[in-house]
């Protein structure tokens, strides 16, 4: 599969400064800033700074140091959010059955309740 990004997307949009965001880390190549619509008491998004539509595109694209840095970021955001002890749920769409409303990787980190099964039917 050969992917196509679209730079108008809104993370894109938030990259580049044009759309404001509340981050919680900024690494090299890794951005984490809080969904607008928090789905739990913690629900942090984290993105590559580079153009990767989802997560299967980023692993067969993505250079070492970007996956390393990514990785890291979302480690370091369960640290910084202190989700570790009481358990977190973290979440990455794709596509049209995955339900993927932005085409730009990105990982929700939910936690802070009791989050439930893991798919909702229907
Ligand atoms: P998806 O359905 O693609 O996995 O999740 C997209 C997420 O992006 C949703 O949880 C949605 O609330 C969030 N989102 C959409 N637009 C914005 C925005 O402009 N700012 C922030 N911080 N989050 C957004």
Redesign the pocket.
Known sequence: MSYVYDDQN??AK?LRGE?P??TVLETEHSLA?????P?APT?V?VIPKGPYVCFDHFAQSASDAEIVDYVRAVGEVCKLEGVEADGFRL???AGKN?????PHL?V?ILAGRLLGSMLARG
Do not use: S, Y
Request: glycine share 4%; no cysteine.
């Open positions: 809104i993370f938030i759309i965001n509340t800033f809080r969904d607008i619509h789905q629900h998004l979440i990455a769409n995955g339900v993927q409303d932005v990105h929700h």
